[in-house]
């Protein structure tokens, strides 16, 4: 049950978990802080899921831009898609035979999820806000797939 609800968490938290802050400025508000979250990244990946059409080719990009760089963007859309395929693997987990399997698709998701944030973090270190400009949201995600890439080596040591 756990290689189910991990990938679903890493999903809940790269989409609703706020990314990473900016500061601008305009002439009416003056300097505000602006949070963005993961939305931004991969809602076109969510609306495909939503629409229960396969998220892959460009009808379902996001191009969610960090630093005049869409890779971040594409990275964290994959992640979530292989996050999504291990939560339905999982699903199929439950039966007998698909067992191992699982704990595999598992492990690539929690490592899909961390690289991903450690893209996001390498990106940020590049901009003015560097890395305090990261929001907790980007952390939950790297520590869900941590936990993630954890319960998957758990269940291929037979668990």
């Not at 999903?11 to 900016?22: D, K, S």
């Not at 505000?32 to 229960?52: A, N, P, Q, S």
């Not at 630093?67 to 939560?87: E, H, Q, Y």
Request: glycine share 14%; charged share 10%.
């Amino acid at each position: 049950m756990i290689r189910i609800l991990m990938p679903l968490a890493i999903v809940a938290a790269i989409f609703f978990g706020p990314m990473f802050a900016e500061e601008s400025s305009g002439s009416v508000t003056g300097d505000t802080t602006r949070i963005i979250t993961g939305d931004y990244f991969i809602g076109g990946v969510i609306d495909c899921v939503m629409k229960l059409k396969a998220p892959i080719g460009e009808a379902c990009a996001t191009e969610g831009v960090a630093d005049k760089f869409t890779g971040v963007s594409r990275v964290m859309s994959l992640a979530s898609v292989i996050a999504l395929a291990a939560a339905a693997v999982g699903i199929l987990g439950l039966l007998p035979f698909v067992g191992r399997l699982t704990s595999i698709v598992t492990v690539i998701a929690g490592l899909a999820a961390m690289g991903s944030m450690g893209m996001l973090a390498l990106t940020m270190m590049s901009t003015s806000e560097g890395l305090p400009g990261m929001q907790w949201g980007a952390y939950l995600a790297a520590a869900a797939g941590l936990l993630t890439l954890i319960s998957g080596l758990s269940g291929m040591r037979g668990r």
